[in-house]
């Protein structure tokens, strides 16, 4: 079966500390992975994602997420968060192939950053 | 540019009564998708569109539920009987082409409440 799990639901953080985000999925075939986020009171945009190639992927605002192959996981992480990253997070995945493209989310994880 | 726009953004609706969930993608974008998210998850995929077609309807959870896009811009959302458990927030969401590479550009969402 097709799914992702996030191992964090609800994570509470001082500003400066670093955050790690745990993400595991299960798919059949190649996998294209994203880390959406949605703020408070926002719509979900796009953090970050990997297609291919180096599997260190960074993307806005200092995130960056490592993809491990054997290990099914493509984990978030940022040296030091800001009290701005509060916000919900959710990992994705759809299939290299897919003709579609349509997402497989995780359950999301809350980010709370206290100032 | 105009992102995605979802009307409206609040429903609230009896058991048993028919609702219409409307999306405007981005201009231009040929793939549109439905997706639900209930409290506390990430959003589920329902149906993808390519242009005016249903490509794939696979996520539609019963028949209650329908989608068009007639003239492959706008799309509506039908659910015919409501039930409470139909309460969640419907997002939509459009690339300019299908495919697991293009990134989907989300919209604010409807949130719907079944009495």
């Known amino acids: 079966a097709q799914s992702v799990s996030q191992h964090n639901h609800h994570v509470i953080l001082s500003e400066a500390a670093s955050l790690e985000l745990g993400c595991n999925y299960s798919y059949g075939g190649t996998v294209n992975l994203f880390w959406y986020v949605q703020y408070p009171g926002q719509h979900l945009q796009l953090l970050l994602k990997?297609?291919?190639?180096?599997?260190l992927v960074k993307g806005i605002k200092g995130f960056e997420a490592e993809f491990i192959k054997s290990k099914f996981s493509f984990n978030l992480r940022k040296p030091s968060v800001q009290w701005s990253d509060t916000a919900e997070y959710f990992c994705?995945?759809?299939?290299?192939?897919?003709?579609?493209?349509?997402?497989?989310f995780g359950q999301g994880t809350t980010l709370q950053v206290k100032p | 540019g105009a992102g995605v726009s979802q009307t409206p953004s609040n429903k609230v609706t009896e058991k048993g009564k028919y609702v219409e969930l409307r999306c405007d993608p981005i201009s231009g974008h040929t793939a549109l998708y439905w997706y639900r998210q209930s409290l506390g998850q990430g959003p589920e995929f329902l149906i993808y569109f390519q242009g005016t077609g249903a490509a794939d309807d696979s996520g539609l959870p019963n028949d209650r539920f329908f989608a068009v896009r007639p003239e492959g811009s706008v799309s509506t959302l039908k659910i015919q009987r409501t039930e409470r458990g139909d309460s969640a927030v419907y997002l939509c969401?459009?690339?300019?082409?299908?495919?697991?590479?293009?990134?989907?550009?989300f919209g604010p969402g409807t949130r719907l409440t079944v009495l």
């Open positions: 994705a995945v759809n299939g290299r192939s897919s003709n579609t493209g349509k997402l497989i």
């Open positions: 969401a459009s690339s300019l082409l299908a495919g697991g590479l293009n990134e989907q550009f």
């Open positions: 990997y297609f291919s190639g180096d599997p």
